[in-house]
């Protein structure tokens, strides 16, 4: 069964920074493609950054130039790394994984910055 576990969110001030780590347990073969998606109350969940097996990644256009996605295959981990955080950044962040075609999902962080 694989399991997802997330963490680094939290409270930051607009301008500042924050890293998300999501560590995937349970797996014996490769994960395909390793993501973070948002939601917001009311709203539909929607990608913010994706990579790939071949690191290939993929941003939201919001968050480009701002946010940095990155895997550590070595330990089932993604990351992202969040700049220049904005007040409408403010939701629950979820990890994805894709592993052997089949979708998992994190419990969720909350990230708020204050203005």
């Known amino acids: 069964q694989v399991q997802l576990v997330e963490s680094g969110g939290g409270l930051v001030q607009a301008g500042g920074s924050l890293r998300l780590s999501c560590a995937a347990s349970?797996?014996?073969?490769?994960?395909?493609?390793m993501g973070w998606y948002r939601q917001a109350p009311g709203k539909q969940r929607e990608l913010v950054a994706q990579?790939?097996?071949?690191?290939?990644?993929n941003y939201v256009d919001s968050i480009k130039g701002r946010f940095t996605i990155s895997r550590d295959n070595a330990k089932n981990t993604v990351y992202l790394q969040m700049n220049s955080l904005k007040p409408e950044d403010t939701v629950v962040y979820y990890c994805n994984v894709v592993y052997r075609f089949k979708d998992y999902w994190g419990q969720g962080t909350q990230v708020t910055v204050a203005s």
């Open positions: 349970g797996t014996s073969f490769s994960i395909s493609a």
């Open positions: 990579i790939n097996s071949n690191l290939r990644t």
